[in-house]
């Protein structure tokens, strides 16, 4: 029984072991089977993410030709065939990752073409449109040129006739002068003047030509007016004196020898002392015997003596006369010599008026104390005289004029006859000279007026200026032109330079030589690197997609090993549990 108790113990304890067992595997199959259900859940979701990233790539790749398509339509005016050889290798391989440096780098070279060519057209058009507003510059200026040109031919014209018409002028003037009349040479010299005026000579230098020789003449004449001036001062002195003369001639009833003023003096000093005198001349007259040669001779004689005019003297005056009185001078004759046998009574008689019978006595016994032969100390001859140790010879052209009433009667109507007629001569002198003295003031007004008409200058000068200024705006603007036809050909040549650059720069872009099409090119490069980035990023997309189908792929056939091996372990416990229910 004890045996037997411990048996049943035994099975007991074996039979709650065995259910412990059985509870056990049946919890583990429990969790075995929740296991499999998350497993067999986590699969279905993995299997709708693959078909999900199917979907994807299929969107992917659709985006991809889209991108393609796209692409291909960008490109309308430049030609860039690299991006079908990218295309082909891309579709052929399009599960493989692809380098999109070259076709990017590429792009970039031919945009990098492209912006030189859009710089080097822009700087072309700038250039040409330098150099056609240098040609419409050109062409404005050639104009204004031309019309200078046209101005200065019409202007030097104009200067030409001006001064021909001045020169005209100037030979008129110089004909119509009476005083200011040039010479052929300096006529000729003025005109060469003038026919060679520019801006630069002054007119002055012309004028100074004409006023030289006005002045010359103006010289000429007043030097020779000055000397007829001088001439016309001294014929009416000449006249004043004739006047004076003929006057005094006139109003002198006897004529009287010249006589010095010392004498002059003296003999109002005899006549306000009372004392008596009269001249020898004045007492004396010819013979009638005597002739006229010996009359000539006889007077010439005694005036060369000093006798002629000698005062005769009554004796008693003789020491009162003969006393010095300074300033006072004259000649006396007194009857102190001897008498002489031949004397000049021969010839001479007394005629002395005067009523004092003494005086006329002692003028007759002076006569008588005059020689005519080799006696006495005092003497005449027919040839000459005598006074002591002093002789003397005769001319013998004189004639006798104061001895006698009757000589100085005819000799003073001679004279005033001889007076009237040189008064006249020299009156008529004197109106010729007033009128010489007249016409040379008239020369000289006449110069002066003639000087002042000389042509004036203003004409020629205007002409020559007008010219002067046509032809310095005439050289500025062909200095211009010439600038601007050197910066023609600079700017041409550097156009040229620009446009072989340009077409270089075309060479390798396939594009026309035309900025737009250039400008269009860059936004098709710039539209088409863009589209390319985004293809890239599609292509990375799908990429991606791959790498993601790939590994939900391994995740799909991890998840299926583990079910099967959760399944297999369920299995496992499964018949573990029924076989441990069944002992």
């Avoid at 040129?145 to 001006?162: D, F, S």
């Avoid at 872009?509 to 269009?520: A, G, I, S, T």
Wanted: charged share 35%; with cysteine.
């Amino acid at each position: 029984q004890e045996l037997d108790k411990n048996d049943v113990s035994q099975l007991m304890k074996q039979q709650v072991e065995l259910q412990d067992k059985i509870a056990k595997k049946q919890r583990m199959i429990s969790d075995k089977e929740k296991q499999v259900e998350k497993k067999e859940d986590s699969y279905k979701e993995t299997e709708g993410k693959q078909k999900d990233y199917l979907q994807k790539k299929e969107l992917t790749v659709d985006e991809i030709e889209d991108k393609f398509l796209e692409m291909d339509e960008i490109f309308q005016i430049l030609s860039f065939d690299e991006h079908s050889f990218m295309k082909d290798e891309l579709q052929k391989s399009l599960d493989q990752v692809y380098s999109f440096d070259t076709i990017s780098q590429q792009v970039s070279n031919m945009k990098e073409h492209v912006v030189q060519g859009i710089e080097i057209l822009e700087k072309e058009k700038t250039e040409s449109q330098k150099y056609e507003d240098l040609q419409v510059k050109h062409y404005n200026e050639e104009k204004v040129k031309k019309q200078l040109e046209r101005e200065q031919i019409v202007l030097q014209e104009q200067e030409a006739q001006v001064k021909s018409e001045w020169i005209e002028k100037f030979y008129q003037w110089n004909r119509k002068n009476k005083e200011l009349t040039l010479l052929e040479e300096m006529q000729q010299r003025i005109v060469t003047e003038i026919e060679t005026f520019t801006q630069e000579k002054d007119f002055s230098d012309v004028k100074d030509l004409v006023r030289k020789e006005r002045n010359r003449k103006e010289q000429e004449v007043k030097t020779t007016l000055f000397d007829a001036e001088r001439q016309q001062k001294e014929q009416q002195e000449q006249v004043t004196i004739l006047e004076t003369t003929l006057q005094e001639w006139l109003d002198q009833k006897d004529p009287e020898p010249v006589r010095d003023e010392v004498v002059q003096k003296n003999r109002e000093w005899l006549k306000s002392q009372n004392i008596p005198y009269e001249p020898f001349y004045k007492v004396l007259d010819f013979t009638e015997q005597c002739s006229e040669q010996q009359r000539n001779r006889l007077e010439e004689a005694l005036l060369k003596m000093g006798l002629l005019d000698a005062l005769v003297v009554p004796g008693n005056y003789k020491e009162q006369v003969l006393a010095f009185r300074e300033g006072h001078s004259d000649t006396y004759i007194f009857s102190d010599g001897a008498w002489l046998e031949k004397n000049i009574t021969e010839f001479l008689d007394v005629t002395m008026e005067s009523a004092d019978i003494v005086f006329y006595q002692e003028i007759t016994n002076l006569l008588q104390t005059i020689g005519i032969s080799t006696e006495g100390s005092t003497r005449l001859s027919e040839n000459g005289f005598q006074i002591g140790n002093l002789y003397g010879t005769l001319a013998g052209n004189y004639e006798a004029t104061f001895i006698g009433v009757k000589a100085r009667a005819e000799f003073r109507e001679k004279k005033i006859k001889e007076l009237q007629g040189q008064l006249q001569l020299s009156k008529m002198e004197l109106a010729r000279m007033e009128d010489f003295v007249k016409e040379l003031r008239t020369s000289l007004k006449c110069l002066d007026e003639e000087f002042l008409t000389f042509p004036k200058e203003v004409d020629i000068k205007l002409a020559v200026r007008q010219s002067y200024d046509c032809t310095i705006r005439l050289e500025n603007q062909l200095s211009i032109v010439e600038t601007i036809e050197l910066e023609m050909q600079e700017q041409e040549k550097l156009l040229r330079e620009v446009r072989l650059e340009a077409a270089e720069i075309c060479r390798h872009v396939y594009v026309r030589k035309n900025l737009q099409d250039f400008k269009e090119a860059k936004i098709e490069l710039e539209e088409y690197d863009k589209s390319l980035i985004e293809l890239k990023a599609l292509h990375e997309k799908y990429l991606q997609i791959l790498e993601m189908l790939q590994n939900i792929q391994e995740q799909l056939e991890e998840q299926l090993y583990d079910l099967d091996e959760l399944r297999y372990d369920l299995n496992n416990q499964n018949r573990e549990c029924r076989h441990l229910q069944s002992d």
